[in-house]
């Protein structure tokens, strides 16, 4: 979420004109788990390296986010005007794919990334939309 917006939050915060709570999340480890190829392709068998697949990444299950959302209502005086930062794994790219290649087994053609930001603008078109925001006041 880009600072401009956690700025316009909490300034509406401080005018009492709303309560918020942001979830960040990182990617959804369920998804990928389920075939999004951005840091591998199992169908086709495909991994393309990026920083040599050493970066790390927090990923956040879905049920994890549902237990979030489910103890920040529980909890609004807690959690009212925050951000709240949850994860349940950080793991390398190498570590998913040693997984992939354990359940797909087989020969994976492998190539090295034109560059990070290629990754990052993968995982901003796909995953921009699923962050969860809790707006409503007195919850």
Excluded at 37 to 42: D, M, R
């Amino acid at each position: 979420m880009s600072a401009d917006i956690q700025n316009h939050l909490k300034e509406k915060a401080e005018r009492g004109e709303i309560e918020w709570t942001l979830f960040s999340t990182g990617p959804f480890l369920d998804m990928i788990l389920a075939n999004l190829p951005l840091l591998f392709n199992a169908k086709n068998k495909e991994i393309a390296w990026y920083a040599a697949g050493e970066g790390k990444t927090s990923f956040t299950s879905n049920v994890t986010i549902g237990k979030a959302v489910t103890a920040a209502l529980k909890l609004p005086t807690k959690t009212k005007n925050r951000n709240i930062f949850i994860h349940d794994a950080v793991v390398t790219q190498k570590q998913m794919v040693a997984l992939a290649k354990k359940y797909v087994p087989g020969e994976w053609k492998e190539t090295k990334a034109s560059s990070e930001e290629e990754l990052k603008a993968k995982f901003e078109k796909r995953f921009i939309n699923f962050r969860v925001y809790i707006t409503k006041k007195d919850m």
